[in-house]
């Protein structure tokens, strides 16, 4: 790969076709506009590629046994391309000149590459690609074909395949395929649980004509074969654009109706329209407008960063272009996937990834993202009761995973293979993962403190606060002898330690939740009237305030030992410490369980992930400075980076602690994650927390941003190699500019009422 491409920052380069790096790439490059994303699969097929086309919301579960997933729709981004007779493939014949760009600038990824058939036959290729920002609908394709060594004739088959799978489970019934006016393909399915209709249309235009064009239906294909006799110096150029609409478009279902009931003639004539529109302009004018709507993007939310390495910069770019295409910054139907919809990995599933790494971003550069983000979380609430039902709990219980809005609890029962047992490793998450539930309340309040807005508090906070409340006061277990509630058998953060007492992420996350859900019932009756309206009704608010009151005074809270060491739970410091460094020095990540079952890591004192640190990084004001570094430098030592979750929150906490030089480590280790020399890191997709993490690692490590209740605070904790910072804030209506070098912090209003800050210790108002 190649990152020193200019525009400096911009460009990501893929400079030698390299067939193992054909699912990162399909990833890496995906593109996209929140509504859908389409895997940079190349045109023409190689094994192991993995096409992938996502719209989100279109939740469907292949068969009883599985849970749902986000399917793989019809694609169409592959094309054969016959040249006298033999297939184009980079695989065969030679390869000069070849380069793949992806210009976060525009989003468009460009391939050009100069190919010499086995035959001997030199033709040269040029292939664009984007999605739309502009019509969320639309993806535009365009191939240049010139021969170089002499006339050919050309064969080539592009247009619409369902035969996608999710690593094999079919999602979507073979469909109805037809011809339509203007001579676009379009196929018309359904997805085979969820009932969504799914419309897919596909339309080429060839400068110079094709000499003969045939309509060819085949089991789930339906392409149309053009032929051409192309003389030697002759650009032949083909224009593709193709549209996506589903039954689940907000346009066609109010929040709530089922997708079924939505006619698929309906979202057909959407698309025949959405298509014949588009057949109007060229690649290049759709190109432009959507370039524009990127362009608004980058000025509004680019964050600047000069270093002595470039690479700081591309890096946070890369997951500024992937933060902006995984949401649906207007649908609250829908929440982010693990690996947004660049994969199928972690299913499309939503996680606590999104409230703990993903919100700080969203909140502060575009808070109705934020909010949009946690009215699903609301809209999933009867998910949630009947999670704590099925369980024998109280209130809402947030599944570990999430789906579609009334799916529940979609954490998969089993994973890879146990190396002792032989056996596939239970997942054990979805059971026992609690501190999702509170990591949801964390995110509410944190909105709520960061924007003030009441009417989300008045429609949805103040029930989730209180529900989630609900749930801990009857999940808490009362210890007679120790006089005290305890949470037991749990998975905190680091899921290496399985049923585990005390985890004490969980436990002090739970305390905040207990907290904050008091506050509200105060002052609820007077600010949130709505609110207070509908849970007074159900609730006697008085009782159930002093009930989470005494939970909370007598909910054990872990404190550092005489060793100054917060344990990570009640098991933790008494397990084997075990030698880590081949593990620490893996070039991957969880090479330990190519040694070790999850059972025995169980007994090892090994962390995969931020567990105790991400405590500290979301609540530093628990404990002196001193205890934060002591609990910071032992935890680290014990913890692999297995989970793409960590470095960046590490990062954070060592450049608040002053530990400079690990906190730029931390956050290249972070840029790494997807864009590294690991060729098989982001098969599955990239990692959507993890871009919220770089996000957090400028912003919050970095540039030191802490929120609180009245105010901001931000210090100036600027890597030595980094000559400036720049970006915006959003907080509490007013917009900021932040500009930042080693020596000075220039903070100015942009727009909006004034701001209390707190700028290296001192405050300030704007
Ligand atoms: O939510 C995370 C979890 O903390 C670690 N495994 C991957 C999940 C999805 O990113």
């Given amino acids: 790969m190649n990152y020193k491409k200019e525009p400096l920052g911009w460009i990501i380069e893929e400079d030698v076709f390299d067939p193992r790096r054909t699912g990162k790439c399909e990833s890496i490059f995906a593109q996209g506009n929140g509504y859908m994303n389409i895997r940079c699969t190349l045109e023409e097929s190689y094994v192991g590629e993995h096409r992938g086309a996502f719209i989100t919301g279109t939740f469907n579960k292949a068969l009883p046994d599985e849970v749902t997933e986000l399917p793989n729709l019809p694609d169409v981004t592959e094309m054969k391309i ?89 999602h979507c019934a073979e469909g109805e395929k037809r011809l339509v006016e203007g001579g676009a393909l379009r196929l018309m399915t359904r997805t085979t649980q969820s009932d969504v209709p799914v419309v897919v249309h596909c339309l080429h235009k060839f400068t110079p004509a094709p000499a003969a064009s045939l309509p060819v239906m085949e089991r789930r294909c339906f392409v149309n074969r053009y032929t051409f006799h192309v003389a030697k110096d002759e650009t032949l150029s083909m224009e ?52 524009a709507c990127w ?22 770019r890369f997951a500024l272009y992937h933060l902006n295409i995984m949401i649906r910054r207007d649908d609250s139907r829908v929440g982010i996937g693990a690996k947004g919809m660049t994969g199928e990995g972690y299913k499309g599933h939503s996680f606590w990834d999104t409230e703990m790494f993903l919100m700080p971003h969203y909140l502060f550069t575009d808070p109705k993202a934020a909010r949009t983000l946690l009215e699903y979380r609301w809209r999933s609430l009867p998910g949630a009761f009947k999670k704590a039902e099925e369980n024998g709990y109280s209130g809402a219980m947030f599944p570990w ?157 872990p404190q550092p030992d005489a060793d100054g060491i917060i344990a990570q739970n009640d098991q933790y410091l008494g397990l084997e410490k075990t030698d880590l460094s081949k593990y620490k020095a893996q070039t991957g990540v969880s090479s330990i369980y190519e040694d070790y079952s999850p059972h025995q890591m169980n007994q090892m004192m090994v962390s995969k992930q931020a567990d105790l640190v991400m405590l500290l990084r979301v609540m530093p004001d628990l404990f002196d400075a001193d205890t934060l570094r002591k609990n910071f430098l032992f935890y680290e030592s014990r913890t692999l980076h297995d989970s793409s979750l960590s470095h960046g929150q590490h990062c954070v906490l060592a450049s608040w602690l002053g530990l400079d030089e690990m906190a730029l480590d931390m956050y290249r280790h972070a840029i790494h994650i997807d864009l590294g020399p690991n060729m098989t890191s982001s098969d599955e997709g990239i990692h959507s927390a993890s871009m919220g993490n770089v996000w957090q690692c400028a912003v919050c490590g970095f540039a ?63």
């Fill in 240 to 291: 593709k654009l193709a549209a996506y609409h589903t039954g689940r478009d907000l346009v066609f279902t109010s929040y709530g109706q089922p997708a079924g009931s939505t006619n698929a003639m309906q979202v057909c004539a959407a698309g025949d329209a959405c298509l014949a529109k588009a057949a109007g302009h060229s690649y290049e004018d759709l190109l432009a407008e959507s370039a």
């Fill in 401 to 557: 995973e999430s789906a579609w809005l009334d799916d529940g609890e979609v954490t998969p029962l089993i994973g890879g293979a146990d190396i002792v047992t032989g056996k596939s490793i239970p997942i054990l998450t979805g059971m026992i993962e609690h501190h999702i539930s509170a990591d949801v309340s964390w995110g509410v309040w944190l909105y709520y403190l960061a924007t003030g807005d009441d009417s989300y508090m008045d429609q949805c906070g103040c029930e989730i606060l209180v529900e989630t409340a609900r749930f801990w006061s009857s999940r808490v277990e009362w210890q007679e002898d120790k006089g005290r509630y305890e949470i037991r058998d749990v998975i905190g953060p680091d899921e290496y330690k399985e049923h585990v007492d005390n985890n004490a992420f969980t436990n002090y996350l739970t305390a905040e939740n207990l907290d904050r859900a008091c506050d509200v019932i105060a002052q609820m009756q007077e600010r949130w009237p709505n609110a207070y309206a509908s849970l007074s009704e159900k609730y006697d608010l008085a009782a159930l305030s002093a009930q989470f009151q005494d939970v909370r005074a007598k909910l054990y809270l």
């Fill in 295 to 316: 362009k608004q993007y980058w000025d509004e939310q680019d964050v600047v960063i000069e270093s002595e390495d470039p690479f700081d910069q591309l890096g946070m």
């Fill in 82 to 170: 016959l040249v006298n007779g033999e297939r184009f493939a980079m695989d065969a014949g030679k390869t000069e000149g070849y380069s793949r760009t992806l210009d976060l600038r525009t989003g468009e990824v460009v391939r050009t590459v100069n190919w010499t058939s086995p035959a001997g036959v030199k033709l040269r290729f040029a292939f664009r690609r984007f999605v739309s920002l502009k019509n969320e609908h639309l993806a535009a394709f365009r191939m240049e074909v010139t021969p170089l060594s002499g006339d050919v004739d050309l064969v080539i088959e592009s247009g619409i395949s369902s035969r996608t799978s999710n690593s094999g489970s079919q």
């Fill in 704 to 766: 030191g941003l802490q929120w609180h209740a009245d105010h901001l605070s931000l210090d100036n904790h600027l890597p030595a190699c980094w000559k400036r910072l720049a970006f915006r804030v959003h907080y509490r209506g007013a917009v900021l500019r932040v500009e930042m070098t080693r020596d000075a912090m220039h903070i100015t209003k942009l727009s909006g009422p004034s701001v209390k800050l707190v700028v290296n210790g001192v405050e300030d108002t704007l």
